[in-house]
T-cell receptor, first 115, second 123 residues
Framework: GNSVTQMEGPVTLSEEAFLTINCTYTATGYPSLFWYVQYPGEGLQLLLKATKADDKGSNKGFEATYRKETTSFHLEKGSVQVSDSAVYFCALSNPVGFGNEKLTFGTGTRLTIIP | GAVVSQHPSRVICKSGTSVKIECRSLDFQATTMFWYRQFPKKSLMLMATSNEGSKATYEQGVEKDKFLINHASLTLSTLTVTSAHPEDSSFYIC???????????????????FGPGTRLTVL
């Protein structure tokens, strides 16, 4: 079955540091890949996504590239801010059109940025 | 747009009682809603998929008689934890997927929009 392995946290960085949160996956076929973010007291929000190999998803300065050869979708940001402090979830789903696109999540990585 | 609410946000109950959690899509209609459970330091685990007007589809290992799901309208799904026990204590999260025809309104019909979660504690 599908599974997502995500870098365990917590991760603490200073403001303006470079961020990488690793994510690898196991799936049959060609899943869609996602990063969700959960700010304190809020629901999960879609941060970015990629639907096929070599696609790069980007949003709010975050990027992740769908690497089929390494089955990875690592999240990166060049210069983090205090407002980026949150829990980040890597996830995958079956491709569009396969029906019942259930999401499979990683364990989440808590990120804290200190000024 | 695309706001999903959950009520209550926190609930504490005695063992043996039943608890109902509501999930509402506030500004869109959702043909499909999903219920997840999150354990401490664990990933979100899908419990069931709920389609409006039909029976929910439960994931393997989830007791459908214990976790009753009703999706009576396009904006509301409920999860009832029956005869709750301390091991049912957890964080329950719902998500909703918009109807396909709303894609033109700027919503992706493949995207799930999540509620803020409900913390259930069973004493």
């Amino acid at each position: 079955g599908n599974s997502v392995t995500q870098m365990e946290g917590p991760v603490t960085l200073s403001e303006e540091a470079f961020l990488t949160i690793n994510c690898t996956y196991t799936a049959t076929g060609y899943p869609s890949l996602f990063w969700y973010v959960q700010y304190p007291g809020e629901g999960l929000q879609l941060l970015l996504k990629a639907t096929k190999a070599d696609d790069k998803g980007s949003n709010k300065g975050f990027e992740a590239t769908y690497r089929k050869e390494t089955t990875s979708f690592h999240l990166e940001k060049g210069s983090v801010q205090v407002s980026d402090s949150a829990v980040y979830f890597c996830a995958l789903s079956n491709p569009v059109g396969f029906g019942n696109e259930k999401l499979t999540f990683g364990t989440g990585t808590r990120l804290t940025i200190i000024p | 747009g695309a706001v999903v609410s959950q009520h209550p946000s926190r609930v504490i109950c005695k063992s043996g009682t039943s608890v109902k959690i509501e999930c509402r899509s506030l500004d869109f209609q959702a043909t499909t809603m999903f219920w997840y459970r999150q354990f401490p330091k664990k990933s979100l685990m899908l419990m069931a998929t709920s389609n409006e007007g039909s029976k929910a589809t439960y994931e393997q290992g989830v007791e459908k008689d214990k976790f009753l799901i009703n999706h009576a309208s396009l904006t509301l799904s409920t999860l009832t934890v029956t005869s709750a026990h301390p091991e049912d204590s957890s964080f329950y999260i719902c998500s909703a997927r918009p109807r396909a025809r709303l894609a033109g309104a700027g919503l992706s019909y493949n995207e799930q929009f999540f509620g803020p979660g409900t913390r259930l504690t069973v004493l």
